[in-house]
């Protein structure tokens, strides 16, 4: 079983729709909780991260970490064209530990 | 302000050659990490760095891979006698604080081997 796991997807959407993006985990160290989004032949780009359980808000993006149930979420509202991306979530225990776990990522694509 | 810089970006190799690729972090930063993106697969942490020092490299195969960050000059992995499956996306990524949402990543080099 992987440390992370996430829907590969592929995910397609219309435009202005609400997007819902999760991934689970099994390690119950992990504390820092990171969505990167990543476009075709690009390095990732961190796009918001948590610190332990509760909810973050940035603009049309919501992050959402249940420790309780290892689940965490990405929403983004208002959907545009150019959030076709994919979308990668990354977990690390702590400082001092640096090392990322990520998902495999969801590919997005949102339709005009 | 330049981000971080890895070249080149694209690299073929023939089974048996040696790969180098090179990671220019953002300046100030002296903490750099690798990463490889295997086709279909996230990314897998390999190695953590700071200048002169390896910090981490439980990801890091225990042959043909190692790992350098001088001085002087840009972070390099080495791949030595490379394989077919070692054809993926090399990620580094650089941080000044040591935090783990403070890497931020180069653009990647594809490696392919034929």
């Known amino acids: 079983q992987k440390e992370v796991e996430q829907d590969p997807g592929p995910l397609s959407v219309p435009e202005g729709a609400i997007v819902s993006l999760n991934c689970t985990y099994s390690?119950?160290?992990?504390?820092?909780f990171m969505w990167y989004r990543q476009y075709s032949r690009k390095g990732p780009e961190l796009l918001m991260y948590?610190?332990?359980?509760g909810n973050k808000e940035d603009g049309r993006f919501t992050a959402q970490v249940d420790k309780s149930s290892k689940y965490i979420s990405l929403f983004i509202r208002d959907s545009q064209p150019s959030d076709s991306a994919t979308y990668l979530c990354a977990m690390s225990e702590s400082f001092g530990n640096e090392k990322l776990t990520f998902g495999t990522g969801t590919r997005l694509t949102i339709i005009p | 302000n330049a981000g971080v810089m890895q070249n080149p970006r694209h690299l073929v190799r023939r089974r048996g050659q040696e790969a180098r690729l090179r990671c220019s972090p953002v300046?100030?930063?002296?903490?750099v990490y690798w990463y490889r993106q295997l086709p279909e697969e996230g990314l897998k942490f390999m190695v953590y760095l700071q200048k002169e020092n390896i910090i981490d490299e439980s990801g890091m195969p225990k042959e043909r891979f190692s790992a350098e960050f001088p001085k002087e000059g840009p972070s390099i992995l080495r791949i030595q006698q490379v394989v077919r499956g070692d054809s993926a996306a090399y990620f580094c990524?650089?941080?000044?604080?040591?935090?783990?949402?403070?890497?931020?990543f180069g653009p990647g080099t594809r490696l392919t081997v034929t």
């Open positions: 390690n119950s160290a992990f504390q820092y």
């Open positions: 300046k100030g930063h002296s903490h």
């Open positions: 948590t610190y332990s359980s």
């Open positions: 990524a650089s941080s000044f604080y040591v935090a783990p949402y403070e890497q931020y």
